[in-house]
């Protein structure tokens, strides 16, 4: 309050505010006798207009009508408007009465004072709004007025998302776009119009429509899967370029701008819903904690860095094996985090003095071990390094971790860990049982998060088949029928985020995957949406099944008894009892004869400790 009395503003205001109850009163009397107010009655208004002036404009200030800038006026500022004169021509009406008991006095000049002061400060309100807003606004077409070049845009989706869109290009002169019209498959809403813009049909009409675009907004946030594959097999069919507002894992607290539209993606088409945290759960444990996060220069471990910042650790400890990742997420991270301190950590994690004295300086309270080898052919062809890096590395962080009294410490592992047929998931598989067997008598909560592939990650098929079409050469795809669980990498890290909370030690927490996909469905919705047609423009050639591979993956392992958590996203399995010193016995035994790099003998030596593992040779 005290800075809205210093500004000169807040003068002009009032005195604005001033003269128009003031015509609002005045205009009352006038109006209820005819223009010819009698003396009696001009003696009432002139004692009477003293207290009633002064009185609207505290409630005005009450109300906060003085604290909002007039040229961004909303309904939520028309709204306390409203609920200031209401209350203030009630109190009038009521110390009349008590006073008086409204002898002499004419009880419709009071309703018309009500009627005429809200429609003046609140319609001049709008009034400045209109004429300083950013935009061109027409007084002879009561509209916005466009400049002949802009673009001609079709909106699809008539709702909460295609309004704030169409109001942004509407008050914005620099978004060179006219809306023309828009599509939705609600009924209800064909033949209305919104802010004048019509609704001109069902999306599946859009060949129909007399009404010429040039380019067409998906502005329906919500909308995944088939349906947004649908509404896009539309839009290229049109011809016409088409973009969308950002989708579920970019939208925060529901804002949705204009100068954020982007093309359709790929995640886009995955039927995912809208991942829902509980905050104040994740908070808890992360709010001014040491945070230590391992691969923080991968997919999924850069990933974990930015939303652990949101949480506001007190220091964000990043490791990682490459200099040029580590390089890149640490320089991200400062610039995005300035107010934490942040730490980079350039180590290898199968080096256990290396590894400790992470872990003496940084002294974390929660890690994240999200450093893996995890390419399925590349670890087949070279089954020590996954086992030196895989397996020796998360005993070497395990161990440093009940040293150094880490509170809690999650595993990010993978679902080919379930009957793994590769070196890949069984490394990662024995990285699972090393966590369960900490538990019980040591402080440090240890869990594991597993779940399937992610989009656009390092090891992903994604980016490869992205290169392959931007060279224009075959999509290579190894089998017609092979499957995969999908997600995106925000939804993936989110998720282990709220998995970490939920763990009081020796959990393996699976990850909602939905429905598997078939790869080749994907790769055909990739094609599409680079603006080719699948075996027309980019053919997609079978290769067959790479070492390693399997024609799907599973999250659990058939008698594994899982349960559900409070999150509908999330079930936890409770893990195996293993015996730490028989574990630990089985994996030096492991690293010797990973010593000698015989890749039979290290599958071998793996199948003895995951009985499940039906390894290649």
């Given at each position: 309050?005290?800075?809205?009395?210093?500004?000169?503003?807040?003068?002009i205001?009032?005195f604005?505010?001033?003269?128009?109850?003031?015509?609002?009163y005045?205009?009352?009397?006038?109006l209820r006798?005819?223009?010819?107010?009698p003396?009696?009655?001009?003696?009432?208004?002139?004692?009477?207009?003293?207290?009633v002036?002064?009185?609207k404009?505290?409630c005005?200030?009450m109300?906060g009508l003085?604290r909002?800038?007039?040229r961004?006026?909303?309904l939520a500022?028309?709204?306390?408007t409203?609920k200031?004169?209401?209350?203030?021509s009630m109190i009038?009406?009521?110390?009349?009465l008590?006073?008086?008991r409204?002898h002499?006095?004419?009880r419709?000049v009071y309703?018309i004072?009500?009627?005429?002061?809200f429609l003046f400060?609140g319609?001049?309100?709008?009034a400045?709004?209109?004429?300083?807003?950013d935009?061109?606004f027409?007084?002879?077409?009561?509209?916005?007025?466009?400049?002949?070049?802009?673009?001609?845009?079709?909106?699809?989706?008539a709702?909460d998302a295609?309004e704030k869109?169409?109001?942004?290009i509407?008050?914005h002169?620099?978004?060179?776009?006219d809306?023309?019209g828009?599509l939705?498959?609600?009924?209800d809403?064909r033949g209305?119009a919104?802010h004048?813009?019509?609704v001109l049909?069902a999306v599946?009409?859009i060949?129909?429509?007399?009404?010429?675009f040039?380019e067409?907004?998906?502005?329906i946030?919500s909308?995944k899967?088939?349906k947004?594959?649908?509404i896009v097999?539309l839009?290229e069919?049109?011809?016409k370029r088409?973009?969308?507002l950002?989708?579920i894992?970019?939208?925060?607290?529901g804002?949705v701008?204009?100068?954020t539209t982007?093309k359709v993606?790929l995640?886009?088409?995955?039927?995912r819903?809208?991942?829902h945290?509980d905050?104040?759960?994740?908070?808890l444990?992360?709010k001014?904690?040491r945070v230590l996060?391992?691969?923080?220069?991968?997919?999924?471990?850069?990933e974990l860095?930015?939303?652990?910042?949101?949480?506001?650790?007190?220091?964000l400890?990043l490791?990682?094996?490459?200099?040029e990742k580590?390089?890149?997420i640490?320089?991200e991270?400062?610039q995005r985090?300035?107010?934490?301190p942040i730490?980079?950590f350039?180590?290898?994690i199968?080096?256990?003095?290396?590894?400790?004295r992470?872990?003496?300086e940084?002294?974390p309270?929660?890690?994240?071990h999200?450093?893996?080898?995890?390419?399925?052919p590349?670890q087949?062809?070279?089954?020590w390094?996954a086992?030196f890096?895989?397996?020796l590395?998360?005993r070497n962080l395990?161990e440093?971790?009940?040293?150094?009294?880490?509170?809690?410490?999650?595993l990010?592992s993978?679902?080919?860990?379930v009957?793994?047929?590769?070196?890949?998931?069984a490394?990662k598989?024995v990285a699972?049982m090393i966590?369960?067997?900490?538990?019980?008598?040591?402080v440090?909560?240890f869990m594991a998060v597993r779940?399937?592939?992610?989009?656009?990650s390092?090891?992903?098929?994604?980016?490869?088949?992205?290169?392959?079409?931007?060279?224009?050469?075959?999509?290579t795809?190894?089998h017609?029928?092979i499957t995969?669980y999908?997600?995106s990498?925000p939804?993936?890290?989110?998720?282990i985020?709220?998995?970490?909370?939920?763990?009081?030690?020796?959990e393996i927490?699976?990850?909602d995957?939905g429905?598997?996909?078939r790869?080749?469905?994907?790769a055909r919705?990739?094609?599409?949406?680079?603006g080719?047609?699948?075996?027309?423009?980019i053919?997609i050639?079978f290769?067959g099944?790479?070492?390693?591979?399997?024609?799907y993956e599973?999250?659990?392992?058939e008698?594994e008894?899982?349960t559900s958590?409070n999150?509908e996203k999330?079930l936890?399995?409770r893990g195996n009892t293993?015996?730490?010193d028989?574990l630990n016995?089985?994996i030096?035994?492991?690293?010797?004869v990973?010593g000698?790099?015989d890749?039979?003998a290290?599958?071998?030596?793996l199948k003895e400790i995951?009985?499940?593992?039906?390894?290649?040779?």
């Amino acid at each position: 309050m005290k800075n809205i009395i210093h500004s000169k503003n807040f003068y002009i205001m009032l005195f604005l505010d001033t003269v128009l109850v003031t015509a609002a009163y005045v205009s009352a009397y006038l109006l209820r006798f005819d223009g010819r107010i009698p003396l009696q009655n001009w003696v009432q208004l002139k004692n009477t207009l003293p207290f009633v002036i002064p009185f609207k404009l505290f409630c005005f200030i009450m109300f906060g009508l003085y604290r909002g800038m007039w040229r961004y006026t909303s309904l939520a500022d028309l709204r306390n408007t409203l609920k200031a004169t209401s209350l203030s021509s009630m109190i009038i009406v009521l110390a009349i009465l008590f006073l008086y008991r409204f002898h002499g006095f004419s009880r419709s000049v009071y309703v018309i004072d009500f009627v005429f002061t809200f429609l003046f400060v609140g319609g001049v309100r709008v009034a400045i709004r209109l004429l300083l807003a950013d935009h061109h606004f027409s007084f002879w077409t009561f509209g916005w007025g466009k400049k002949s070049s802009a673009s001609k845009l079709l909106i699809i989706g008539a709702g909460d998302a295609g309004e704030k869109a169409l109001r942004e290009i509407q008050e914005h002169a620099s978004v060179n776009m006219d809306p023309v019209g828009f599509l939705d498959d609600d009924p209800d809403k064909r033949g209305k119009a919104i802010h004048g813009v019509p609704v001109l049909g069902a999306v599946d009409e859009i060949h129909k429509i007399r009404t010429e675009f040039d380019e067409i907004l998906i502005a329906i946030p919500s909308v995944k899967g088939e349906k947004l594959r649908r509404i896009v097999t539309l839009c290229e069919e049109s011809g016409k370029r088409f973009r969308t507002l950002p989708g579920i894992w970019e939208l925060i607290e529901g804002k949705v701008s204009i100068k954020t539209t982007r093309k359709v993606h790929l995640e886009d088409l995955l039927d995912r819903d809208e991942v829902h945290l509980d905050e104040e759960e994740i908070r808890l444990y992360i709010k001014d904690k040491r945070v230590l996060i391992t691969g923080a220069g991968g997919s999924i471990g850069s990933e974990l860095a930015r939303q652990v910042g949101r949480f506001h650790p007190q220091e964000l400890a990043l490791l990682d094996f490459s200099e040029e990742k580590l390089f890149h997420i640490e320089g991200e991270c400062r610039q995005r985090y300035g107010f934490i301190p942040i730490s980079g950590f350039l180590v290898d994690i199968k080096n256990r003095e290396s590894a400790g004295r992470v872990f003496r300086e940084f002294a974390p309270d929660a890690v994240f071990h999200a450093a893996a080898y995890k390419h399925v052919p590349m670890q087949e062809l070279h089954p020590w390094e996954a086992t030196f890096n895989n397996i020796l590395g998360t005993r070497n962080l395990v161990e440093a971790a009940v040293e150094n009294r880490v509170k809690r410490f999650v595993l990010v592992s993978t679902d080919k860990a379930v009957r793994p047929a590769n070196v890949m998931g069984a490394t990662k598989r024995v990285a699972e049982m090393i966590v369960e067997c900490m538990n019980g008598h040591i402080v440090t909560c240890f869990m594991a998060v597993r779940f399937g592939n992610v989009l656009w990650s390092s090891g992903s098929a994604i980016p490869f088949f992205q290169r392959q079409i931007s060279m224009g050469i075959p999509v290579t795809v190894t089998h017609p029928e092979i499957t995969r669980y999908f997600m995106s990498i925000p939804e993936a890290a989110q998720l282990i985020l709220q998995a970490g909370a939920m763990g009081k030690g020796s959990e393996i927490f699976i990850l909602d995957m939905g429905k598997p996909i078939r790869i080749v469905d994907l790769a055909r919705d990739l094609i599409r949406l680079n603006g080719y047609e699948p075996e027309q423009d980019i053919p997609i050639k079978f290769i067959g099944l790479r070492p390693g591979e399997k024609l799907y993956e599973e999250l659990i392992t058939e008698g594994e008894g899982i349960t559900s958590t409070n999150h509908e996203k999330i079930l936890v399995l409770r893990g195996n009892t293993f015996d730490r010193d028989t574990l630990n016995a089985q994996i030096d035994e492991l690293l010797s004869v990973a010593g000698t790099y015989d890749a039979t003998a290290i599958k071998k030596k793996l199948k003895e400790i995951v009985p499940e593992y039906t390894p290649q040779f």
